[in-house]
């Protein structure tokens, strides 16, 4: 028995040697490759942006929103539920008889009503569409909502990258609280239901979830998500009043530019939760403290040439007129947006008002 164990002792600290090897080497690709943030000075952590949602009577103003109440006969089904959760809760099994999650393509529209017209007899949709059908069923319902993303750690290695949520403004709790659609549940700490940025805060074996799945097993899933969370600065369905996104951080570490090969939005990264925890109904009355870089992917032919559309910004709008500097050469005066290319290697991207100071900087690595 004793020469038996020593093969079976050198075979197990082999493959323990080649584990750890292979995670080491993936934690170096991970690090070293792609389209990497190593410096971003340029966090946002003011309180002067507005964010647009749709009206709790928004029913009365959207054809979509119409439309999809009269399909499925939404506000008559929840007007029949007294409590407001059990109300939102309604809303999600309404999804559910509507649509099932798969992992599937996203639909081209934007609105519940669209994505559902756009599958036809097709019931299975991805998370994002999921989302937005969710969050339609509860404006019909009579509650201001909006979509959530949560992303992992490292998403543009990632071939599901986000776990979408959605978030109503409750007017019994005074704050948003958040809503798997997909397993009808919410989190809550001392009977206090949580808003998404809470869940990220919390350490997640702390607090209580309350949906179809049981604790363990939803804690498991969704706890490799909480590594940001972003939600749309327009969140009606026109979104006509901007294009850009917020992305709550603890850390700049939790800084990404893509999610699997899809380059995100043009987003403004912060570590405070003010913006997310705002009334729907507050608006900005403040100034900012300086400028603030933003990107924007710009679309091109070719697959290996990447470029943005700059801007700065201040109070929640793009800057008239600033300078720019790209690696090290000389400021250039633009106006409102300026193109640039990120090429192989670092880029260092530099804001100034007056062509002489810098006020914000991010460098990018872009590694193939």
Known sequence: MKKTKKPIARILLLVLVVVGCSLLYMKFFKTNKGLLVSTWENVYNENNINLFYMEENALDSSTNLKALNETYNIQEIVSKVVDEKEKVLKTTEILNDII???DVAD?????????????????????????????????????ISRIGEFRQEDPQFENIPSYYVVEYWSPEYKKWIMIDFRDEGYFEKENNPLSATEVIDEKIKDIIYIGNDTQNNFRKKLNKYLSSY???IDNTLPMENSNSYITYIKDTEDIHLKKDSEFIKPTIFTTSKSLFEMNPTDKATGKDTKAYLILMKKPVQETTVISYVVAGFKDGAVIDKAYL???????EKFEKYKDIEIKEGTNDIELSLDGVNVISKIVIENNK
């Open 107 to 143: 639909s081209i529209s934007l609105n519940g009503n669209g994505i559902l017209k756009e599958k036809g007899t097709n019931k299975k949709v991805s998370g994002r569409d999921m989302a937005y059908i969710e969050r339609d069923v509860l404006l019909a319902s009579g509650f």
């Open 230 to 232: 972003t939600i749309a």
């Open 325 to 331: 500097r790209v690696n090290g050469e000389s400021f």
């Open 100 to 102: 099932e999650y798969d």
